[in-house]
């Protein structure tokens, strides 16, 4: 086992990833202080989920598949790119708008729809190709059986699971939902700021097999 696949090399390298500030972790931040904790987690699972799709396909060899086929990989960059400019859309307008919110009125999204936007998020970003496809291919041998490709799924599914929902757990705690009504115009406009610069980036980038 030890000689086919580098656990804690792929450990160390998913949690800098997963860890990591971007689109995911904002969008779950941004959610839990907002929607509150259900709603946070229920994104975060959807993003988990996301993640172990990702995972799984990388582990399947569809990742190579993918990026030897560039339409396909062009086709999720512009779809990913896309959706992190709407959420930027939705973040500034948010931030743009004089509403007021009370920590008893944040409560109202559907967990469903935020799972789905959380699944949709991750599974529309093209980095997480790239990201999972690179991981295998650092750390498992070529003559690795399925039993240690379905250890570093179980493994990398687990640290995220742990991460993205402490994330949620984190910023749906009451300080922090507090300070997000008092400066909520604030934190939309740097969700927004930093939701468009992500799908930018997405748009920019020259993603090569």
């Avoid at 990702?54 to 339409?71: E, F, Q, V």
């Avoid at 709407?86 to 509403?99: E, P």
Wanted: with cysteine; hydrophobic share 55%.
């Amino acid at each position: 086992m030890v000689a086919q696949i580098n656990l804690p090399l792929i450990l160390a390298a998913a949690l800098l990833a997963v860890a990591s500030p971007g689109p995911a972790t904002l969008a779950i931040a941004g959610t839990s202080m907002s929607n509150g904790r259900l709603i946070g987690l229920a994104m975060a699972s959807g993003v988990t989920t996301g993640s172990l799709i990702w995972s799984i396909a990388a582990g399947c060899g569809l990742s190579a598949l993918m990026l030897a086929n560039a339409w396909a990989l062009e086709a999720i960059r512009y779809f990913g790119a896309a959706y992190l400019l709407y959420l930027a859309f939705k973040s500034g307008h948010s931030a743009l708008s004089r509403k007021s919110l009370t920590p008893q009125g944040l409560a109202m999204a559907s967990p469903t729809r935020a799972y789905a936007k959380g699944l949709a998020l991750h599974l529309t970003n093209p980095k997480a190709i790239l990201f999972f496809g690179s991981l295998y291919s650092f750390g498992v041998s070529a003559s690795a059986s399925f039993g240690d490709i379905a250890e570093i799924v179980a493994a990398v599914g687990a640290q995220s699971f742990l991460i993205l929902h402490g994330y949620a757990l984190l910023f749906s705690s009451a300080p922090i939902v507090r300070g997000y009504v008092r400066a909520r115009r604030w934190f939309e406009g740097a969700f927004a700021v930093a939701f468009g610069l992500a799908g930018l980036k997405i748009l920019s980038a020259k993603f090569q097999s």
